[in-house]
Nanobody
């Protein structure tokens, strides 16, 4: 059964850092573009960052540019989200997602093409 499992969430003070991981099982991640999404209470799910299957192309929401970095290790079927200089408004449940594509240098910030989703990991930024 194809699965995505996130880890690395937690409670951190403003200005701190966290590194999220997303491990893919039962499918070869290097054929899949991957994305990170988040959802705060009472808000819609929003795209945070995405990375192409080759790893050569990435995209970020304006609110996280310069603070977050997405990367992937296809040999380990894992995608990472390094989050620095965290702010209270970064609080939410973070989800990893994937969709298969033959276009190796493309990823998407909208959720609609993504057909595999993880269960989410909570990130809380608070003093």
């Amino acid at each position: 059964q194809r699965q995505l499992v996130e880890s690395g969430g937690g409670l951190v003070q403003p200005g701190g850092s966290l590194r999220l991981s997303c491990a893919a099982s039962e499918f070869t991640a290097d054929y899949y573009a991957m994305g990170w999404f988040r959802q705060a209470p009472g808000k819609e799910r929003e795209g945070v960052s995405c990375i192409s299957s080759s790893g050569d192309s990435t995209d970020y929401a304006d609110s996280v540019k310069g603070r977050f970095t997405i990367s992937r290790d296809n040999a380990k079927n894992t995608v990472f989200l390094q989050m620095n200089r965290l702010k209270p408004e970064d609080t939410g449940v973070y989800y990893c997602a994937a969709f298969r594509t033959v276009v190796r240098d493309m990823c998407l910030m909208g959720p609609y093409r993504y057909n595999y989703w993880g269960q989410g990991t909570q990130v809380t930024v608070s003093s």
